[in-house]
């Protein structure tokens, strides 16, 4: 691929129909062709903006279900992702293939710099390509056979000698057995078939009824992905000498898509004797944990101080305030204050961009939190859901008093991978809401989300004068528009907490 600054002019009869004949590929050919850095970027964007949502709506709905499904396509609709043979092949049609071809590629170069992020990326593009190739319907076979993946179905006969044992084996029934075409591919190719004992083995060969072919071509395209990344990251020190794209890359791995959630329109919305009560209400656990460890121990490590320091900036606090903050938190630590001075003050003026390069730089997102800097013994930093144990975990969420069930549902997000999604559970419980409404992505993301929802509940408290002063009214579960009631836990608020955002709420901001 190269690259140029001006978007080049592109024919009305383009050859991309021979290029792409299919809504779906294999990925094996990078991009040829010059890309302007304008496209490069939204073309990135627009495909982890659908990676992310398959990762959402794979927790929230049963896979190729029809309601996921359903949501599934109006998602590559809305993105202009292909998805399905058109009757009848548009110009635009194949404009939105090339799209597809190049930002996959991108992604690539993005995703392959570490472990974590390849194994997210091929995990959603797995389910990008199984969506796909199932919306191929009758042109599956010919997909496969331009991308030289040529099962051989079994003939007549040999179906007829083993009918029964294919019958027996799937728990299908005699008629779809004489109707579906049948595969023998060696049994290593369809472990995963294998393992819940749906074909039949003979002779180290699986015979794979047709509709399951997706299961053995699914295995074909991870495995080529995986060579294909870790490739990809052999050659990550050429790509990033280019100084346009290093940026750029690394900001797509570390990217989340939404909000930049800089200081400019809060800050000083709040007082520093507001946040031991929104750290308790409002903070994700990540910084819930960050604000209880200065408070208990008065020292956080360099990694915590930039996460926790960078998200205080994000919710309002002044670099005075800051400042003051951290300094009285390490004076009761026993740091002098001189030292304090010369140690650390440095580092939080540099986080508010009054230092060095003067880089104003933003709190950091889940993807970054997650993805990047895993906390060593004695850090604090990191997210919870991906950096704890298990059982600490739910010790955890116990102290907070998220319930059994609760507790039960976050931790099988967990063992899923799903981080952020059991964060945004973490947020229903402690809400009192059946759904977020929202896909979480950042800190910064559920501190006002939260924020918006409890001013919301006071209002209409207000409005009904019937105050309720328990923190998660658990029995009661209400929708988000109408769980007001039991949001905000007076015990451990002062009535005056939320003035100030208010009125940053009020402008906009969220
Ligand atoms: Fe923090 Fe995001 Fe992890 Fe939630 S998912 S704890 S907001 S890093």
């Not at 000498?241 to 791995?253: K, M, T």
């Not at 308790?280 to 209880?292: D, G, I, T």
């Not at 952020?420 to 402690?430: D, G």
Request: hydrophobic share 35%; glycine share 4%; with cysteine.
């Amino acid at each position: 691929m190269e690259f140029s600054r001006a978007r080049p002019r592109r024919q009305r009869c383009s050859p991309l129909a021979e290029v792409y004949p299919f809504p779906i590929q294999f990925y094996e050919q990078p991009p040829i062709e010059n890309v302007s850095l304008q496209d490069f970027e939204n073309f990135a964007v627009e495909r982890l903006k659908l990676l992310k949502c398959i990762e959402t709506l794979g927790v929230s709905y049963i896979r190729a279900s029809e309601a996921y499904n359903k949501k599934l396509e109006a998602e590559f609709r809305k993105l202009r992702f292909p998805y399905r043979v058109s009757s009848e092949e548009k110009l635009d049609e194949y404009e939105i293939r090339r799209k597809d071809h190049i930002s996959h590629f991108i992604l690539r170069l993005a995703y392959c710099q570490s472990e974590d992020l390849r194994r997210w990326f091929i995990q959603q593009e797995l389910e990008v390509f199984r969506f796909r190739f199932n919306e191929l319907h009758n042109k599956q076979l010919e997909f496969l056979k331009h991308n030289k993946l040529e099962y051989q179905a079994i003939e007549t006969k040999e179906k007829e000698d083993v009918k029964m044992k294919l019958a027996a084996s799937g728990g299908h029934g005699s008629v779809k057995i004489d109707e579906w075409l049948f595969y023998k591919v060696p049994f290593t190719d369809a472990l995963e078939l294998v393992r819940v004992r749906k074909v039949f083995v003979k002779n180290g060969f699986a015979y794979i009824p047709h509709p399951e072919i997706v299961i053995i071509v699914l295995n074909e395209f991870r495995q080529r992905l995986s060579k294909s990344l870790a490739i990809a990251s052999r050659s990550l020190p050429v790509v990033q000498s280019d100084e346009r794209l290093q940026p750029l890359l690394n900001h797509l791995s570390h990217a989340y898509v939404g909000q930049n959630y800089s200081i400019q329109k809060n800050v000083g919305k709040i007082s520093l004797e507001q946040i031991d009560s929104l750290a308790v209400k409002s903070y994700p656990p990540c910084m819930r944990q960050l604000h209880k460890t200065i408070r208990d121990n008065h020292h956080l490590r360099h990694g915590g101080r930039m996460q926790y320091g960078l998200f205080l900036k994000g919710i309002g606090l002044t670099l005075e305030q800051a400042l003051q903050f951290w300094k009285s938190e390490f004076i009761r630590g026993k740091v002098e204050p001189d030292k304090f001075d010369k140690l650390y003050a440095y580092n939080i003026r540099h986080s508010f961009g009054k230092e060095g390069k003067r880089t104003d730089y933003t709190p950091f997102s889940c993807m970054k939190i997650i993805l990047s800097n895993p906390p060593s013994q004695g850090d604090y930093h990191g997210c919870p859901f991906r950096h704890s144990d298990l059982e600490l975990l739910k010790q955890k969420l116990q102290t907070y008093k998220i319930p059994p069930a609760g507790i039960a549902q976050i931790l099988d997000l967990v063992k899923g991978m799903h981080y952020q999604l059991a964060c945004q559970k973490y947020f229903e419980l402690t809400h009192n809401i059946d759904e977020v409404g929202f896909s979480l992505t950042h800190p910064n993301q559920y501190f006002n989300e939260s924020q918006k929802l409890l001013n919301s509940s006071r209002d209409i408290k207000r409005e009904s004068s019937q105050p309720d002063n328990s923190q998660w009214n658990q029995g009661s579960q209400a929708t988000r528009g109408a769980s007001t009631s039991a949001s905000k836990p007076t015990s451990q608020v002062s009535s005056s907490d939320m003035d100030g955002l208010e009125e940053l709420l009020s402008e906009g901001y969220v």
